[in-house]
Structure formats: C-alpha cells, structure tokens
C-alpha cells in the first residue's frame, strides 16, 4: 500500500471513509476502520496494488491530514463542513437523488444552492484523487454522491483508468428525466471508462438516459457519446462501457463467525429473552422509507387481527439502525413506525408478552450474526433496493439450513435469490401469504431453498465481485479519438 506522501497506484473514492472515531476514557481518540464489505473486499486489492482510499472521515468541519489505519490502510480524507453536508449530503445526494434513484418514493426537492453544493464537493474529491493517484492509476469510483468525479477527473488526469460503481438503482429514465441537472450528471459518469451496476435494468436504464437525454449511441454494453463544443463538463467524445456486476459479502468470513460457539448461544440466549416463542419473524434495515418497514408491519399487524398469528406465540424483531436523521422525510418515517408498532403493541400485548420488539439502534456483527439464527423468518421487503445485503447475511449465517427468507422483488438481491420466498410488498394480502407460506412450508422445502441461495452467496462474495469489476475495468474500451 502506499504510503501518506507517496502516490497510490490503485485509489478507491468513496463518500466515507472506511473508519469510525473512537474516543477512549481518558478522552484521547483513535479512527478505527468500520467493518464493511466494500473495505473488506478492498484490503487485499489495496495491499498488492499500492493503494489508497479518498473520502470524508464522516463528521462536520474534521479536517486530517493522511494517516493510515492500525489495519495498514492508507487514507486520504476530504473535509465537509456542516454547510457541505447539508447542501451536499443531507440535500442534493440524499433529499435530491435517493427518492429519484429509489422510483420517487418519497418527492425529490430540487434546490440550486444543493446542485452547486454537489458540483463543489464533487470537484473537492476529483482535486483530492488527482493529487493522490500515481501515473496511469486505476481509480475506482462509488456510488451516487459521487457522478461527476469520472468526468472531473479526467479532465485533470487523463492518464487515469476511471471506474465507477452504482450502489444503489439507476432509475428508468421516465424518473431521471426530472432532473433539471440531468444532462450534468450523464456527462459526468461518461468520464468513466466502466460504470458498474448491480441489475442489468440498471445498465438498460442508463444506456437508455445517455441516448435520450444525450443522444449517444449504444450498442450492446457500450454508449458511445461525440461530445459537444461547449466546453463545459465532459465535452470530449467518449466510449464507455456500462454492466452489472452484483456486489456481494463475505461469505466465509461471516459464515466462520455464525458457526462459533459465542454466536451459537447468543442465539439461544436472544430466543430465550424473547420468552422462547414458537415463531421469531426478524426484520432488519436502515430506518429508511425505501426499506419497506411500514408494509412489513401492516402485514404483522394484520395477521395477528386474523388470528393467522398468535401474539403468545410470535416474537417480531424489528432492527430499524438510526440513519440520516436530519433529513424530514426520515423524520417522518421514524414517527409512523414508531406510531405503528405502538398501536401493535397496546393491541396485542399482555404482562410478560410482547409481539413487537423495534430497536433503532445498530448492532455489531457478532450479535447481528446471532439474531440471524434465532429467527425462523428473516422479512427483507424493500420497495425499492440497489441490491439489499441483510438477506445475503441471513442465509450466510444459515449454515444449519434453518429459517426462511421472505424477500421482496424490488430488492437487486432477488436476481441472485430466486429460492427466496418471493413479495411484493405493496401487495399486503401476498405479503401476508409469503409470511406464512415462509412459515408453514415443509422443513425439507425450507432446506432446500436455503442450499440454493446460500450456495449462490458463497460462489458470488465480495471477493468475486471486486474481482471481476477491476477485470471489467481494465479491459474497458478504446476511446474514440478527441
Ligand atoms: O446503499 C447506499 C449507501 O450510500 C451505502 O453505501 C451506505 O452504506 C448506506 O447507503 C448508508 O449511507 P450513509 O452514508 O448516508 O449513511
């Protein structure tokens, strides 16, 4: 890996940092690298190839110089000030492009001062990569905060390979038109030489913006767009390639963790704080309205009102982690769940006996580990999801092949988990079906779905994934001459 000072032949540009802060009692602190699958699988790429990481340490005005983590990753930080981060952040990437990118479930504002944040913060990160990456450096680009880092790039260092990856949906362009930068953002993704995403509907979504919005050609995988005279970003002519390569976790990993003997009894231990019910359904998510959390408890709600499920007998575990808490319409959500599970549980609880339990806060991977195997139902019913890991971590901790996996359609992961038990989560009555089907089913039935999904997890990790998205991006096209 390179080291702070050096430039990095292999450069990851992500919004966050892979690292938390950490401050010990006698008030000195320490960044920590965060467990995440996207460090994960970049450890190893980053300790062969000199690398390096470029994003923001994750708190308002932190400004650090380059340090490497305990673990030896180097790092690169970019500073937000709160202003960044509200105008940025919370508004353009996360008021402005999450509900356009997740089919407009909840109304996009459309505010200038939040564009001209993203275009500066985005510039701030294409400065601070060119700064880092060694002569003809591979840059790896994620996510949606981050689309006109590409084509800024490139414009100070042509020599680079540039990839970018979506994590979350590329929306159909009948959506993305709404955009009143739309043109901007196209523009900057075709600075890339690869863009990744996690469907093929996502690749088809933004061939099919580049033609429409831009009036680029394409044929097969490849856009291929002449530029324009104005000078503005990304006016070369540019051939990219555009493909789904489905992001994955580690499977080993996680699946060694679920097998230890800690894990094991901490399952028994949470069934057994739970008052040992017959049945734990489990629900896990960032408190987010793309995730379907308000669907998933109507369904509950109204199975206990039909007497399909009895509150002596059920235990529903709903994990609902803290996430963009600024932000109203999250606001919004955490009151309506919380005003749901409220009425659940003055309606069907007793001394002793709850249906509901809702924790909003999050867990380390060892107790999520835990809960996984003490739940016979794992209930994943996004409205609208990139691709939705909780479900990969379920049937990775499954290894005894129990519980059943409910999965929504509108999440990327039922492409790859097609044993799932299928939803669709606007449907109430089929949600209600799914749940009890997931629960009624023959043991023998649930085993074999469960061998077939965790099968595909276990082929398809993270490894495979960082593996052949660096291979897509190395063989990417040739440009067409300026
Ligand atoms: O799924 C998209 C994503 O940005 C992830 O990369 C991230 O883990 C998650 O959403 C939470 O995002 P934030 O950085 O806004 O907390």
Redesign the pocket.
């Known amino acids: 890996m390179v080291s702070p000072g050096e430039r990095a032949d292999f450069v990851v540009v992500a919004?966050?940092l892979p690292v938390d802060r950490v401050v010990h009692d006698d008030g000195t602190d320490e960044w920590r690298t965060s467990p995440?699958g996207l460090v994960t699988a970049m450890e190893p790429v980053m300790r062969d190839r000199r690398g390096a990481w470029v994003g923001w340490p994750g708190e308002a005005g932190v400004s650090l110089e380059p340090f490497t983590t305990a673990c030896g990753l180097h790092l690169f930080p970019v500073t937000l000030d709160a202003r960044d981060i509200r105008d940025y952040?919370e508004g353009f990437s996360?008021g402005t492009l999450w509900p356009i990118y997740h089919d407009v479930i909840s109304e996009p504002a459309f505010h200038r001062s939040w564009w001209a944040a993203y275009r500066t913060v985005n510039e701030r990160f294409a400065q601070a990569t060119a700064d880092v990456a060694a002569d003809g450096a591979t840059v790896w680009v994620q996510?949606y905060q981050l689309q006109l880092v590409p084509a800024l790039l490139r414009e100070l260092r042509p020599d680079l390979r540039i990839g970018w990856f979506n994590?979350?949906p590329f929306p159909p362009v009948e959506l993305f038109a709404q955009l009143p930068w739309r043109t901007a953002v196209l523009r900057g993704l075709l600075g890339a030489d690869f863009v990744g995403f996690q469907r093929s509907a996502d690749a088809r979504n933004f061939l099919r913006a580049c033609r429409m919005v831009l009036g680029a050609s394409s044929r097969g995988s490849v856009v291929t767009w002449q530029g324009s005279q104005d000078g503005l970003l990304g006016h070369a002519p540019r051939t990219v390639r555009a493909a789904p390569i489905p992001i994955s976790i580690d499977f080993s990993a996680l699946e060694s963790l679920a097998m230890s003997a800690e894990v094991t009894e901490r399952a028994e231990a949470i069934r057994a704080s739970l008052g040992n019910p017959r049945t734990v359904l489990l629900g896990v998510d960032?408190l987010d309205y793309t995730k379907g959390i308000r669907h998933r408890l109507r369904a509950v709600s109204e199975l206990l009102a039909d007497g399909a499920i009895d509150p002596r007998e059920v235990a529903v575990v709903q994990v609902a982690s803290p996430?963009?808490e600024r932000v109203e319409a999250y606001r919004r959500l955490r009151s309506q769940v919380e005003a749901m599970v409220g009425r659940i549980n003055g309606e069907y609880s007793d001394i002793g006996q709850t249906p509901v339990y809702y924790l909003h806060q999050a867990y380390p991977r060892e107790e999520m580990a835990a809960m996984y195997q003490a739940a016979d139902v794992m209930l994943v019913t996004p409205l609208r999801d990139?691709m939705n890991l909780v479900c990969k971590e379920y049937v990775t901790c499954r290894h005894d092949l129990g519980g059943a996996l409910v999965l929504s359609e509108f999440a990327g992961a039922s492409q790859e988990l097609t044993s799932a038990y299928g939803c669709n989560p606007h449907d109430i009555v089929g949600l209600k079906r799914s749940i009890l089907t997931a629960l009624h089913d023959e043991p023998s039935a649930r085993r074999r779905r469960m061998r077939a999904m965790r099968r595909r997890v276990r082929t398809h990790d993270v490894y495979a994934w960082a593996d052949s998205y660096l291979q897509a991006l190395a063989v990417a096209p040739e440009q067409p001459e300026p």
């Open positions: 919004n966050r995440g952040y996360n996510d994590h979350i960032r996430s963009r990139g």
